[in-house]
Structure formats: C-alpha cells, structure tokens
C-alpha cells in the first residue's frame, strides 16, 4: 500500500511514483565571439512537489510550477563585454540571479550537468525571483569578482503590486 509522511502542517502525503520529462532547445547565437544571445525553449512535464509537501526541498532541479509540455521561451539573455574585465547581462525574460552573479558551486548545472535536486544545484537564495533585468560583471584581477544586479518579477503585468517596481523584485550585489 501507500507510505503516508507529514508535510510542514502535520498533515498526512502519500508516497507516489511519478514520471515526467524536460525537453530544451537552447539557441546560441554570437555575432562577433565575445557576446551571447540565449533563446531557450523549453516543455516540462514534472510537476513540483510543492503544493503536497508545502516546501520545496525536495524539487528536483527541472521541475516546474505548472508543467503541461506546452513550449514555451524558457529564457532570453544577451551578454555583451565593456573592455576585457566587465560584462553586461540584458534578461528579458527567465532571467535568474545566477545569470550575472556566480554561484560558487562545483554541482552547479541547469538541466543536463550538475545536481539532481534544487538545493544541491544552487543556494536558494538564487531562486527567489525570475524575470527581468540588468546585471553587471566585473573582474577584479584574476581572483576576485564583483557582479551587480537588478531582476524584477512580472514585468509584463502593469497592475497594482507588480511589474518592474512595485512586485517582486531581487537587486544584488556580490563580491567573491
């Protein structure tokens, strides 16, 4: 029979065996070497565990919210170098702190590298808000980093209490 655990609230999950898929397509188109444009299509079909477990501890690392294998442009980016040192990262959508800042994991893979599970890809920290931006990349020597970034949730959406400046938002600054 079903194997019941206990989500956050006490309340009785039932062990279940689930299968799904991910498929990507990522388009990288560089027009003269140094920067990068990034169009990644993508249909998930895994759900999270999210609404049964009321964490997200145990999510792998491409599950998603809403997964019916609809395709979708999963992320749109533009990389450009200022000189040899700085980089400039434009996010129009799908954009995610660790686009510009690094995240100082060696498990660190988005999709086919890495680790299976969100939590060992990445610190959470790195999840909070997806959507769009600007982010800035600057080395400093040949040991440190400095990366400086703004990403906003809902920037389509013009109602009360989202879009570029009154939702959510993550602006950041990383020295490593």
Known sequence: GNVAVENSFGEKVYKVTRLGSLTRVSLETRFSGRELLRTRLQASGLNTCTSRT???EGNLAFTADNANNSVQVDALLYKFPIGKSTEVVIAANGGRAYDFASTVNYLDGDGGSGALTRFGTRNPIYYLVEGSGLGLRQQLGKT??????????ETHN????????NGAYVAMAKFA
């Open 54 to 56: 009321q964490t997200n």
């Open 144 to 153: 440190f980093e400095l990366s400086l970034g703004y990403l906003a949730g």
């Open 158 to 165: 013009s109602t009360s209490g989202v879009g570029w400046f």
